[in-house]
């Protein structure tokens, strides 16, 4: 597919990134980051404990404030979030021929590039859930210009280290942009990440996130939260926002009721994708439709924004949903 891969060899070579990391309990730095990483502050239950290693990559997660247990990482690849990071499983497959590509994402992935080497050349981009590639996303990767630093709670080739977007084990003001694509349903307190990945941005730093809104419980047990436009703005209130809008509309909306419905009726996982598919033409309904209507609707939402310090006020938020277009 012609992505590039870096690899925590890569991260090894460069210098900087030792003094980047630190300890997610103490925010201290990290010894031995490649072989056995512990904290160096002797007071700190990593320095004696140390993190664990996956497939060569560090899992800097403090155990005792995530929901992702030490045990899990005993196993190849880690958590039980583990998954069909390529794309070719029979579900995957049949998921894209009903529900199609994400719409907007390549596009949006386009701006934030040229916006991001608008302040630096040569930017460095955190990537928040990125085992798998994320729809839309390879320009990111494909582009020799750009830094990309891939994490997510399991490990993958497209990963350098396993985190807990709670506590990124990062400095502050360490990235020129985070990418997010469908993980802040996953996380227990969506706010929390959303503070961290500000913390982690430079002052000029960009965000895009990518959330579902109406859309049903996927990953088990580790599915939260959901967002409406309104919602997902607030979230990120301490961003300017440069584009908001919905991924997909009602029509993919309409898909998900479908094959939740045929599932909760006892189809299984198979059958109820094999249910959905004679259904597929709903989704291109998605283009035809007024902005504000669709986004009520919508199956997720994204927002690209761009850091400040001053968070937008609850007065302004009616005015936002009104605004739309
Ligand atoms: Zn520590």
New binding site residues.
């Given amino acids: 597919m012609g992505v590039k891969l870096q690899s925590v060899d890569e991260l090894a070579i460069s210098p900087n990134w030792k003094e980047r990391m630190r300890?997610?309990?103490?925010?201290?730095p990290?010894s031995d980051i490649h072989a056995k990483p512990s904290?160096?502050?002797y007071r700190?239950?990593?320095?004696t404990d140390g993190f664990p290693m996956v497939d060569g990559q560090p899992v800097l997660i403090d155990f005792e404030e995530s929901v992702f247990d030490r045990t899990m990482y005993r196993r190849q690849h880690g958590s039980a979030l583990n998954r069909d990071t390529t794309g070719r499983s029979l579900g995957s497959r049949l998921h894209r021929l009903t529900f199609g590509d994400n719409p907007v994402a390549a596009d949006n992935c386009q701006k934030f590039i040229e916006m991001l080497k608008q302040h630096n050349p040569h930017p460095v981009v955190l990537i928040v859930g990125g085992a798998t590639i994320g729809a839309g996303s390879h320009e990111l990767y494909n582009d020799p210009d750009i830094e990309v630093v891939g994490s997510d709670v399991f490990s993958s080739d497209n990963t350098v280290l396993v985190a807990d977007a709670h506590r990124l084990p990062f400095h502050d003001a360490t990235f020129d942009g985070v990418w997010i694509q469908a993980v802040l349903e996953h996380v227990l307190e969506p706010a929390t990440v959303a503070t961290e990945i500000h913390r982690v941005l430079k002052s000029h730093g960009l965000v895009y996130a990518e959330t579902p809104f109406m859309q049903q419980v996927h990953e088990r047990a580790y599915d939260f939260s959901r967002f409406t436009r309104s919602g997902h703005r607030w979230l990120f209130r301490k961003f300017d926002e440069i584009e908001a809008g919905a991924v997909t509309g009602p029509g993919v909306a309409l898909l998900w009721s479908i094959r939740y419905f045929s599932r909760a009726l006892g189809a299984g996982d198979k059958f109820s994708r094999l249910a959905t598919l004679p259904f597929f033409w709903l989704r291109y309904f998605d283009r035809f439709g007024k902005s504000r209507a669709r986004a009520d609707a919508a199956g997720g939402v994204y927002f690209m924004g761009r850091r400040t310090e001053r968070a937008i006020r609850p007065g302004s938020m009616p005015l936002y949903y009104e605004g739309q277009r």
């Fill in positions: 300890c997610p309990r103490c925010s201290s990290i904290c160096v502050n700190c239950d990593y320095s």
